[in-house]
């Protein structure tokens, strides 16, 4: 869409993947062009050029040296569990549906293990091409939103399934099937078998890429 837009090769970075079907509210990308096109009328531009179920919310200039896969000092993401006991028609596919009533107070105290820097190896897939497992969570909190039950991750970094499998989890603390102290040792193990259960795609939301201010023009 940017080659069409721009008439140059464009080589497109993105902030990094997310796992098919998973949805994004805050994606960042970066690319370079020769020509003086309007960063204005960009974003416009190239919506006009793709899919309605991609859309470019904003452009803006950014230094030489800005990378948004390496520059990038934290993302959040957030599952969205549906609580309700039928489910909804209409949000079924971006969120959850579970409707054996949870108890969110176990969820939101397991999930305060993860806040720190831990080696995550029990909460990720195999097939991570990543050299370490270990990361740092700077948030994480489970909230209650009406028949909603959304989990928040802020990190630096997520391993490959990391935040479904801490999902999923949660989840299963919210079932009485977890606590604080089993998630501790599933941590401590490293071994994947140990923790919970790896949800699925479709209620994961990339909401926000942050990035030091020092680099937009």
Known sequence: AMQNVTGEQVELIGSGRTDAGVHAFGQVANFKIDSDFPIEKMAIAINSQLKKSIRIKKTEEVSQEFHSRYNCHSKTYQYVIDNSEQGSAIYRGLSYHV??????????????????????????????????????????????DGEKVKISLTGNGFLYNMVRIIAGTLLQAGYGQFTYDDIKQAMESRIRSNAGVTLPPNALFLTDVEYDNNFFI
């Open 99 to 144: 409707p054996q009533e949870l108890d969110v107070e176990k969820m939101q105290k397991a999930v305060t293990y993860f806040v720190g820097e831990h080696d995550f190896s029990s909460f990720k897939s195999s097939g991570t091409s990543s050299k370490s497992s270990v990361r740092i969570i700077y948030d994480a909190n489970v909230e209650k």
